[in-house]
């Protein structure tokens, strides 16, 4: 059987990095950390936050929008990165008996690999597909890997259940990334769990 994962937010908490980020670049900005959160749990994206919050003009929007991208995957950035609990035993385990593979939308593949090694998880997946911003998740995977309605989609977003329903294979949904429950139900998963350890043996089988 073969299992995709999402990274960020489904293997990586990666919700420090994002925040920080995000107060760096609006200097304005007071929101907490579960505020922040709050608001993106709900599908309010960073466009909507800083006109609403702090009158950005669409300028001003566009400037965010391109330092963010410039800045999210440098390495003091990623260093804010950190595995879920439980989550390498996990995969270790899991990989003993299914064919796991990684898939991330981030921008550069050799830094996502850098960071997946230091993890020791390059010994864990059979692959690792990155899309570069260039390519879908589902494109990816359908010109790299055979796959059978056995198999499982596990990520955090609304996309990658989109991804998983569009491959014909299974999907779960976790709550550590940055959709509530409630959002991600509108996705029809087929399972929603806290965290990937807690999936058990609903993809173990």
Request: hydrophobic letters at 40%; proline letters at 2%.
């Given at each position: 059987?073969?299992?995709?994962?999402?990274?960020?937010?489904?293997?990586?908490?990666?919700?420090?990095?994002?925040?920080?980020?995000?107060?760096?670049?609006?200097s304005?900005?007071?929101?907490?950390?579960?505020?922040?959160?709050d608001?993106?749990?709900?599908?309010i994206?960073?466009?909507?936050?800083?006109?609403?919050?702090f009158?950005?003009?669409?300028k001003?929007?566009?400037?965010?929008?391109?330092?963010?991208?410039?800045?999210?995957?440098?390495l003091?950035?990623?260093?804010?990165?950190?595995p879920f609990?439980?989550?390498?035993?996990y995969?270790?385990?899991?990989?003993?008996?299914?064919?796991?593979?990684?898939?991330?939308?981030?921008?550069?593949?050799?830094?996502?690999?850098?960071?997946?090694t230091?993890?020791?998880?390059?010994?864990?997946?059979?692959?690792?597909?990155?899309?570069?911003?260039?390519?879908?998740?589902?494109e990816?995977?359908?010109?790299?890997?055979?796959?059978s309605k056995?198999?499982?989609f596990?990520?955090?977003t609304?996309?990658?259940?989109?991804?998983?329903?569009?491959?014909?294979?299974?999907?779960?949904?976790?709550?550590?990334g940055?959709?509530?429950k409630?959002?991600?139900?509108?996705?029809?998963?087929?399972i929603?769990?806290?965290?990937?350890?807690e999936?058990?043996?609903?993809?173990?089988t």
């Open positions: 059987m073969n299992i995709f994962f999402d990274l960020d937010g489904t293997l990586l908490d990666s919700k420090p990095r994002l925040y920080q980020l995000f107060q760096h670049l609006v304005e900005s007071e929101l907490s950390f579960d505020e922040y959160w608001l993106k749990k709900n599908k994206g960073h466009k909507e936050i800083l006109r609403t919050k009158l950005y003009s669409d001003d929007v566009f400037s965010f929008e391109k330092a963010w991208m410039e800045k999210i995957e440098k003091e950035w990623l260093a804010l990165d950190h609990e439980g989550i390498t035993d995969l270790t385990e899991l990989g003993k008996h299914h064919s796991l593979y990684l898939v991330t939308a981030r921008q550069f593949e050799q830094i996502a690999i850098e960071q997946i230091t993890f020791g998880w390059n010994k864990i997946f059979k692959m690792i597909l990155v899309t570069g911003q260039k390519k879908e998740k589902y990816l995977i359908n010109t790299s890997v055979f796959v056995e198999d499982w596990i990520g955090d609304g996309k990658d259940i989109q991804t998983g329903k569009r491959l014909g294979i299974n999907t779960a949904a976790v709550l550590t940055f959709l509530s409630e959002k991600l139900e509108e996705y029809a998963p087929d929603i769990a806290g965290g990937v350890p999936l058990g043996h609903f993809v173990n």
